[in-house]
């Protein structure tokens, strides 16, 4: 069964493959939607228990924590009327040791930090994104290390195409 220490070992076991093998090449964590809250995880392990600070930190469809994710998630909002909700679906994740709190990662995040959101983003509203922006620029020290970018609804990269913005590779260098 997968587990949120499970992810994080196995990507740690990633980073140093990477790092032992780049020379003095840039690694950046990118994650996107549910590994959004593994890079957070990793990069604030690495900070802590290896005083490793990574070079950067992209987020992209982000969220605050798991539990408020997935009480914000739009499909999930047709069953919070129903009693027991918080403890069958919300309570469950805690349970299954599930809770990605990137929010509290990124209050002790040093190195920069990119979060991308979709404007039309259907499955992690933009709110929790800029909700995890503004809890990262007022613990960071050095604010201009905190961007937020969006993606305007017209141009329809909702979720899951914010990588197919040509645009893309000149917002990130």
């Not at 929790?128 to 960071?140: D, M, Q």
Request: net charge negative; proline share 5%.
């Amino acid at each position: 069964h997968p587990t949120e220490s499970g992810f994080t070992t196995d990507v740690l076991a990633l980073y140093d493959w990477a790092k032992a093998r780049s020379g003095n090449s840039s690694i950046l964590f990118w994650g996107h939607s549910l590994g959004t809250g593994i890079a957070t995880n990793v990069a604030r392990k690495l900070q802590e228990e290896r005083g490793v600070q990574v070079d950067a930190v992209i987020l992209e469809s982000s969220y605050t924590n798991v539990r408020e994710a997935a009480a914000h998630i739009p499909i999930s909002k047709i069953y919070h009327q129903f009693p027991g909700f918080e403890y069958l679906v919300l309570d469950s994740l805690a349970l299954g040791n599930m809770f990605f709190h990137s929010d509290e990662n990124v209050k002790v995040l040093a190195c920069p930090l990119l979060i991308l959101h979709a404007e039309d983003d259907a499955v992690l509203p933009l709110h929790l994104g800029r909700k995890l922006f503004e809890t990262a620029r007022s613990a960071y020290k050095d604010k201009t290390k905190v961007k937020f970018i969006t993606f305007p609804e017209k141009l329809g990269l909702g979720h899951d195409y914010i990588s197919f913005n040509p645009e893309l590779p000149a917002l990130v260098k």
